[in-house]
């Protein structure tokens, strides 16, 4: 029943086997199945550089002094012990698994309910459970007690009011502006990691969690023991992959909008920000520049001299990024190609259609590690060669017009058992011809991400949002969420991308307050689809009305300017915190609880967060507000940007708000205490 083999626990029992190991420091890797073997997947998993724990297998649980053994009167008292640091897994005779520290202190439990526990509950619910499917696969469900006073963070993007994410059910699956990476951090002093990429879902009810997946082959999941969060994400990041070091052009202000039509139109762009003396890292040239979808090429009609107007951008200061998608078209001069040689995903059923946008398109299977290099030669020859060498990964979910999961197949399986790692792959294709082009630090926006994205230089953007107060809001509670989940490069459409008109007061109230956020976000990036849309007739898609900072007016024009001036004077700080990101994990702007454990009031805060070590940042997020107030944390003195007044941590103070200022504090034992004394 239970075996100790090359430092793992394993359990084996009635068909099913579970193996319990540890991976790196105070951290275990939980895999069952009822198939003959494991996979050979680690998904998002490193292999660590060490794998080093204790097992012990006892046959009497009182010959150990312990509780851990079935207390059911005439049943087998022995189990397995599993130890790694900080943490120690349990698993009795009946199967049941628990997780404690080193202390004992219990952190997760599975939930069983059958008559011989404890509770002597005769409902015969199981911990673990296998739903028959395809083959050697399952739809399993693992079930954990609750515990009522448990936070949860973390668990990637999806686009609510909640941050703490105990009470809520989360699908596990991509879409536009969800996005789903399942690693959650636990006030109880763990991290959690579900690595399994098949469709699901998971519920942290007050009676119990649950995760549950589609069809998969196995259960696979990571929990981390530390003394903070700090330890425990950094962690994670070392099992999962940390980023790249983020280049000096991530560090200030990109340009976009919806869309650049032409190059003259990009150029004239670029060359008024530089006129008005107005710093410009990246202008972007989104999507429909190409000829057809799938042929990774800018249009000769529109964009005649690529490589010369990259030499002018770098003349300017600015770097091109352009937009690419994963769609291949059936007009495409590849589709034929793609089709012959299993480069496309696959459809089980009806017409082999998986988007409509401007004709008829299927994904390339970026599961497949032929299909990625197929699209890089592509991408190398019509763009890197031309001098385009930043790309922004759009449709990375990837966004089926109808999301019927059960309907796709990759090359590594059905979208229901793998679907949720497309977009790490989709940017891992891209990451391998970059490092091989001799880029060190590459950089691609992309829509989406699961977990281990980051090490492929994943920079996630929040989707195609809507532009109100509403949704800022929502975005604020996205962005720390996604940063506890792993991804510590993130941004968002500064003003949103759906549904404003650049002439409503409204808007550039929203739009002054957005842009301010911008500011204090891991990269600052401005993009949008205003209306009124402009139809160019001839063309497959029009584009929408200017979204420069002048665009909206005087006042909106000066406050932007203002903000990316601070933008600029913050780029040794910024640089400072993505070495941080790089070389530990460390998340740019994460919840006040990541630097102030200690804080009780710093778990409940989720409308203000620290970014990096020695600022925080505290967004107004309702229109008309020119007040709010914030919740100072800690031992420290904070002192306000704007007015220079100092306060002690650990209070809760009202700060004026007028339309150009966000409520900004920083340490005063900085160095960077003085740098915004004039503003």
């Known amino acids: 029943m239970f075996k100790n083999e090359k430092e793992r626990l394993y359990y084996c029992n009635d068909g099913e086997m579970v193996c319990i190991e540890p991976w790196g420091e105070n951290a275990l890797r939980v895999r069952a199945s009822r198939n003959r073997a494991f996979t050979e997947q680690d998904w998002a998993l490193e292999e660590p550089a060490e794998h080093h724990g204790t097992v012990e297998i006892f046959e009497d649980a009182s010959a150990d002094g312990m ?11 022995s189990y397995g012990r599993i130890c790694n640091g900080k943490i120690r897994a349990v698993i009795n005779a009946d199967g049941v698994l628990s997780f404690e520290k080193a202390d004992g202190t219990l952190l997760l439990k599975e939930n069983w309910r059958r008559l011989q526990d404890e509770i002597s509950a005769p409902l015969n619910i199981f911990g673990r459970e296998y739903r028959p499917g395809d083959g050697e696969n399952y739809e399993t469900t693992v079930r954990f007690l609750a515990n009522d006073k448990e936070k949860i963070f973390g668990m990637g993007q999806y686009q609510q009011h909640q941050m703490n994410m105990k009470g809520c059910m989360l699908e596990l699956a991509q879409r536009n502006s969800q996005v789903s990476v399942p690693f959650y951090m636990s006030s109880l002093g763990y991290g959690f990691l579900w690595n399994n990429p098949a469709v699901g879902s998971v519920t942290f009810a007050m009676n119990g969690t649950e995760w549950k997946a589609k069809s998969t082959k196995q259960i696979d999941y990571l929990i981390i023991a530390g003394d903070t969060p700090a330890e425990i994400e950094e962690n994670y990041m070392s099992l999962t992959g940390k980023p790249p070091m983020m280049p000096e052009y991530g560090m200030g202000f990109w340009q976009c909008k919806l869309r650049y039509r032409t190059q003259e139109e990009l150029l004239a762009v670029a060359e008024k920000y530089h006129e008005l003396g107005i710093p410009v890292d990246v202008i972007i040239a989104d999507f429909f520049h190409w000829t057809q979808e799938g042929d990774f090429r800018f249009d000769p009609k529109y964009w005649p001299d690529v490589p010369g107007m990259c030499r002018r951008l770098e003349e300017l200061g600015m770097k091109l990024m352009v937009s ?4 291949v078209d059936y007009r495409s001069e590849n589709f034929r190609e793609m089709k012959e040689k299993g480069y496309l995903v696959q459809c089980e059923r009806g017409v082999r259609i998986s988007m409509l946008c401007g004709g008829n398109e299927v994904f390339f299977d970026a599961t497949n590690p032929n299909a990625r290099a197929f699209v890089w030669e592509k991408i190398k020859e019509n763009y890197w060669d031309q001098g385009a060498r930043l790309y922004w990964l759009d449709v990375a979910e990837p966004e ?11 090359w590594l399986g059905t979208t229901l058992e793998v679907g949720n790692c497309y977009p790490k ?13 001799g880029d060190d630090q590459p950089v691609n926006l992309v829509r989406s991400a699961w977990a281990g994205s980051a090490k492929y230089g994943a920079l996630v953007w929040s989707g195609d949002i809507v532009s109100n107060f509403e949704c800022f809001n929502r975005q604020v509670r996205a962005g720390l969420s996604m940063a506890i989940a792993g991804i510590p490069w993130w941004t968002t459409d500064i003003g949103g991308f759906h549904g404003a008109n ?4 409204a808007f550039r109230e929203l739009f002054a307050r957005w842009f301010a956020y911008g500011c204090f976000c891991p990269v600052m990036r401005l993009h949008g689809n205003r209306n009124p849309q402009m139809d160019f007739g001839h063309e497959t898609i029009g584009s929408g009305s200017p979204n420069e900072i002048w665009s909206f007016g005087e006042e909106i024009f000066e406050i932007s300017k203002k903000y990316i001036a601070m933008r600029e004077k913050l780029r040794p700080y910024v640089r400072e915190q993505m070495k941080k990101a790089h070389e530990k994990g460390t998340p740019v702007m994460r919840p006040y609880f990541y630097d102030y454990p200690q804080d009780a009031q710093a778990w409940e805060i989720d409308d203000a967060y620290c970014f990096g070590s020695d600022f925080l940042a505290a967004p107004v997020m309702e229109a008309g507000a020119r007040e709010r107030q914030v919740y100072l944390p800690g031992k420290e003195v904070w002192k306000n940007i704007w007015t220079g007044e100092c306060f002690n941590g650990g209070q809760t103070v009202n700060v004026a708000a007028p339309l150009e200022q966000i409520p900004v504090f920083v340490k005063t034992s900085s160095m960077y205490a003085d740098l915004f004394d004039e503003a």
């Open 324 to 327: 690419v998608w994963p769609t």
């Open 425 to 437: 792959e989709y940017t891992k294709g891209f990451y391998e011809g970059m490092t091989a082009e």
């Open 67 to 77: 509780a851990y053994a079935n207390m059911y009167t005439g049943k087998d008292t």
């Open 400 to 410: 089926y017009t109808t999301y019927e999961f059960d309907n796709y197949r990759y």
């Open 502 to 505: 650049g002439d409503d007061p």
